[in-house]
Structure formats: structure tokens, C-alpha cells
């Protein structure tokens, strides 16, 4: 049992030397508001590259034609069509599917011809692919059905007109087409799928006035689940190859591999982190165990003169190790209180929609770690102390 008196020594001694504890105490602080502050950012990271990855499309599977038999030939029969589009909707696990085709076009744009992507979109392809309508709307099924010649543009290419394009027409290579509104991908693809930075997207069926054909390039299926998703991989490429001849060949992905990609690189730059921040702790560890050292020489006298009142072995351990503690633990509270600061006064910093993820057993294991790197370095010195002998100490000049 530490005896009050104890206490009231280790806090006197501290209140004595207040330039030299706070010094020791920085470390500490550092240490510890590094540990918060790295699995913060962290989380972040993560937070934000995942939220990337799955705004692309949620839960999303897509597929695209390969080749046939031979390198270079591909047979019309072969091709992803509306029929296969419908067989995957059918699908167990799978909420909705939709199609694309897209080619390159030109737009004129004040009397000059502005190359643009032109993508023929299927009713779902808004909902899978999670796009943002910023103006106007976006096909409804009479839109569809009666063949429309209607369109949507991209929030970059509607910069490009001088007015608002909502109503107005726009001649899209050999058509013209009404604006019925103006869109944007939800996280930026930069043109990594069929909708580039300036597209135009048109009913599906009015692809075939410039291809001749009704074919899908890339067909899309959302499952229920994320954990549908390998289940519907497998039956989209069984469906696949059971609707079209052995010797095709059908690519079938999903996102699923680089959110894990994405949470293994997250989880591997969190442990490299928290690793330099354990450093800092083991740092200023080594720093309290110097300064101590340095105070039980400095002290000699002092602990002699309390031996010989009466002072047992055990006390003066202990008096020492509560010093300490109390470095070390006031550092990480101060630490901690930093960091946490620091993360509310980024927020408003970070990206719309992007919050600070802080985690709370970061802060218990802050401060957890900073106390036992406290008392573990401090534990050489108080032991030394401890072991001074009465007579030789109140000799000590």
C-alpha cells in the first residue's frame, strides 16, 4: 500500500524542479499525440479511398466482350446483347442491371466541333453507377420507350456553352438531341470508364443509328450484398458463356479486389505509423529514465535524509516510479488533448462529406502506452534510489 505521504513527496519534488518535468514531460506529450494523430489520419485515408471505390457503384459487377476464337474476331452473335442484359437482371442476387455502349462523337460548341464521348445508357445505369443529376432529370421510362431523343451532359462540357443547356438542343455528330439535364460521377473516374470528363448520355436504343446495331459494351449488375458479390460474378459469367457460343470470351470484374487492395495498403501504412510513433515514446522514455537518473544523483542527500528518518526501501521506489507516472501520464493527457484538437480543426479542411473517423481506443491506448513508457524507463532510476545507503548519502556533496 503507497502511503499518502508518498504521494505528497513525489508531487512536492515535481512542484520543485516544474522547468525540468514540464521539459521531460514533452516528450510525451509528443509521443502520445502522435499515436492519436497517426491512427486519425489513417482512418481517414481509409475512409476517403473507400468511399471513392464504392461510389464508383455499389456492390457493382461488370463484364465486356473479349474476343472470339481467333485474335481480332468478333462475330455479332458473340457480343453482349439486350437479351443477355435481361437474364442477368433475373439473376438471384442481383437488385438491377443496365448496359452501355459508347463511341466517340463531336459536339458543336459556339460553330467549332468539340470531341466528346457519346454513351447510350439502359434505364438502371443512374442507380448503379451512383450519378450525381446536378440539373434538370434523368431519362424517365417514357423517355425510353418512345425512343427520346433526349440527352444529359457533363458538368464539364456544360461549361463550354455560354447559357444554361437545360431545354435547349445540341447536334451530338449526325443528331440532335434535347438537354434534359446536366450530371456529374459521384467520385471522379478521370475517364477511367465509358463517362469521360465531356460526355454526352442518350437513351440506349438510339445507339443503333450510329452503330446499326443494338449491342452492349459493358453490361453493369448491382448485387444485394457486398457479400453477394463473388455469388454474382460466378453466375454472370456462367450466364455468359451459357448464352453464347464455348469459344467466346467475357471479362467479368467487380471492386471487390481493390477494397481490399485498398484495405490492406491502409492497414499496412497504419502499422508503419503507429511504429514511428511508438519510437517517439520509446524516446521520450529514454528521456525520463536520463533525467531521473540525473535527479536521483542530484537528490542523494535528500534520500539519505529520508532513510534515516525512517523511510523503507519500498517508499522510496515508489516515490520515484509516481514521479514518473505522473510525467508521464499528465504528457499524455496533454498529448491527447492535442491531437484531438488538432483533428477538430481540420475538419473543416477536409473534402464535402469527409468527417474525422476518431477513434476512441486510440486515445485509451495512448494513454495506456505513455504511462507504462513512463514507469518502465522510470523504474531503473527509482530502483538505483532505492538502493542508496543512508550514511554514504548524507556524506554525498
Known amino acids: 500500500m503507497i502511503r499518502q505521504e508518498t504521494w505528497s513527496v513525489a508531487f512536492e519534488a515535481l512542484r520543485a524542479n516544474k522547468v525540468k518535468a514540464a521539459l521531460t514531460m514533452l516528450g510525451v506529450i509528443i509521443g502520445s499525440a502522435c499515436i492519436v494523430l497517426v491512427v486519425t489520419v489513417a482512418l481517414i485515408g481509409k475512409t476517403y479511398v473507400l468511399a471513392q471505390i464504392e461510389a464508383v457503384g455499389s456492390n457493382m459487377v461488370y463484364s465486356y466482350y473479349l474476343s472470339g476464337a481467333q485474335s481480332g474476331q468478333r462475330p455479332l452473335a458473340d457480343e453482349i446483347s439486350v437479351g443477355d442484359l435481361e437474364a442477368v437482371s433475373s439473376l438471384l442476387h442481383v437488385v438491377r442491371a443496365a448496359g452501355t455502349y459508347d463511341l466517340a462523337s463531336t459536339v458543336v460548341v459556339g460553330g467549332i466541333a468539340r470531341p466528346v464521348s457519346l454513351v447510350g445508357v439502359t434505364d438502371a445505369f443512374q442507380k448503379i ?6 440539373q434538370g432529370r434523368y431519362f424517365d421510362p417514357i423517355d425510353l420507350e418512345m425512343h427520346s431523343k433526349s440527352c444529359l451532359i457533363t458538368q464539364d462540357l456544360a461549361r463550354h456553352f455560354p447559357d444554361e443547356m437545360v431545354g435547349k438542343e445540341i447536334r451530338v455528330g449526325d443528331l440532335n438531341f434535347t438537354v434534359i439535364g446536366v450530371f456529374r460521377e459521384r467520385a471522379a473516374t478521370f475517364g477511367q470508364t465509358e463517362i469521360g470528363v465531356e460526355s454526352v448520355i442518350v437513351p440506349f436504343s438510339l ?10 459494351k459493358t453490361l453493369y449488375a448491382q448485387a444485394d450484398s457486398q457479400d453477394s458479390v463473388p455469388a454474382v460474378t460466378r453466375e454472370l459469367q456462367q450466364t455468359l458463356k451459357s448464352r453464347h457460343r464455348p469459344a467466346a470470351s467475357y471479362a467479368v470484374l467487380n471492386l471487390a479486389s481493390i477494397l481490399d487492395a485498398a484495405r490492406q495498403i491502409s492497414m499496412a501504412l497504419t ?8 519510437i517517439a515514446l520509446v524516446i521520450s522514455g529514454v528521456g525520463i529514465m536520463n533525467i531521473m537518473l540525473v535527479t536521483v544523483t542530484e537528490r542523494t542527500r535528500e534520500i539519505g535524509l529520508r532513510k534515516a528518518v525512517g523511510a523503507q526501501r519500498n517508499e522510496i521506489l515508489y516515490q520515484f516510479l509516481i514521479e514518473a507516472l505522473i510525467i508521464s ?8 488533448s492535442f491531437a484531438v484538437g488538432a483533428a477538430s480543426l481540420a475538419q473543416p479542411f477536409l473534402p464535402e462529406g469527409l468527417h474525422v473517423p476518431m477513434a476512441w481506443w486510440s486515445l485509451a491506448v495512448s494513454f495506456v502506452v505513455s504511462c507504462a513508457t513512463g514507469v518502465l524507463f522510470g523504474y531503473l532510476p527509482a530502483s538505483r534510489a532505492s538502493k542508496l545507503q543512508p550514511t554514504e548519502s548524507l556524506r554525498y556533496e
Do not use: C, P, Q
Open 329 to 336: 501520464g499528465t504528457g499524455a493527457i496533454l498529448g491527447i
Open 207 to 216: 445507339i443503333k443509328y450510329y452503330t446499326g446495331n443494338e449491342i452492349i
Open 271 to 278: 502499422v508503419v505509423l503507429l511504429v514511428i510513433g511508438f
Open 129 to 134: 453507377r451512383n450519378l450525381l443529376v446536378l
